[in-house]
């Protein structure tokens, strides 16, 4: 296991996949540390959908216009942001929480090794729709994301995001 500060640095978007498969125990340990990101009043308004089924993949694939590597990914976690659940029953406290789970994840996966990338579904109606069909999710329950993990190619680099211009110390 890497340091912490390895591990958020060398996280990538990982889009290229050897097409093995990903063991139960890896998807696991990383569903226990999206389970254990911060929420609003710790309300942990999400539910996590585990997809390794081939078949299912390739729809995934078929529906989604940038998430095409699920063809070569071991497994997709879908993050579901659930409104009600949330505190003050908000979609914004829903949607940030499910965030902040979901960089958990993609976390994890690189700890272990692993690739994995965020795609899109919300805020995307047509995108919300082909995970909503594939996978029976009610229209109460939000997709966030698509994230095909899988073990990585080896063809993806983390980039070198630092901008200071972008910090601004306060003057005391
Ligand atoms: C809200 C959000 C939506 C994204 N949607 C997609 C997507 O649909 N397909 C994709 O390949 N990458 C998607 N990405 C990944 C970004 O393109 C990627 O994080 C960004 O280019 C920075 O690269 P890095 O993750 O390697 O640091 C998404 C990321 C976020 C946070």
Redesign the pocket.
Known sequence: MSDAFSVIHN?????SFTGQSVSRDALDKIIRAGMAAPTAVNKQPWAFIIVTGRKTLDALAAG????K?LDKAGAAIIVCAIPGMAYDKSLELAVIDS?CS?ENI?LAAEALGLGA????AYPYKD?MDVARKALNIPQDIIPL?VIPIGHPAGT?R??D?YKPENIHWEKW
């Open positions: 996280r990538k978007s990982v889009r989604l216009p940038y998430a590597m965030t979901s993609l990338v965020w795609t899109a995108r994301n993806d983390p980039k995001k």
